[in-house]
């Protein structure tokens, strides 16, 4: 498939498309570093460019907020309890957003992640949702399998899609001379997918400062599935998970960068 087989203006609008991927994947092969004249900025879609501009001392990434030390261990062990004290079926978008926020609270005695990280943490339990529904359910229904699980969905359906950079003074990347003050767009489902292994590609796109909160959103949505299946093992009377997984209906939440299921 080439980039421009699906219908979308730019590469900022395939974000909430019921599967934008194999466009992604079109565009780190042919178009892995290119200008955008409706974006009016540059777009790194190719691992190796979005590697290169996060590396680059003259583009400027936003600061992550500082957090105070916290196991993500415990983080996850809170979301389970937390989790499966909460679990409503009928809730699942509220659920998957309240959840996150209240397990770090109590495993860190207060302090809270920055916005993006619940934001992250909410998309990778929606979407893992989604991807247990796409498996059968005898492959993925095992509460140990949910940090792997959440691990590969960081990678291929991330909750992050993109993240933005700005050039601080003119520079040359990808063979390209670069004007200070232009824009660039990382388009990190793409270069995810482009990368070879790894565990949850480029995270919440801060660079190398961002494992840490990466590192709590995965653990937090891993703790809050946990929770989820044992509340399902321990109270469900109907039909099979899978059989309710396939009664989900969901659109995406309107958003140039974030890829957070709502289930309606």
Known sequence: MRPNDLPFPHALAAVTHANPYPYYDALAATQGWHFDPCLEMWVAASAARVDEVMAHPDCAAPAPAAIVGTDPRAARDCARLIGRRLWRADKLSQWMTCVPELAMAGASGGAHLPALAYEAAAGLIGNSVLALLREPEEERCCIEDMEALVCAVSRLDPPVQNARRMVTRDCEIGGVSLKAGQKIVLLL?????????GCGGYGLGFGIADCVH?????ALAA????GML????DQWQGPSLQAWLQTLRWTYRASSSLRVPQFI
Do not use: E, K, V
């Not at 793409?190 to 292994?197: C, E, L, Q």
């Not at 990466?214 to 995965?218: E, P, Q, S």
């Not at 703790?223 to 946990?226: I, R, V």
């Open 223 to 226: 703790g809050a599935l946990q």
């Open 189 to 197: 489902a793409a270069a995810s997918r482009d990368a070879r292994g």
């Open 214 to 218: 990466h590192t709590l959103a995965r």
């Open 230 to 233: 044992s509340a399902i093992r």
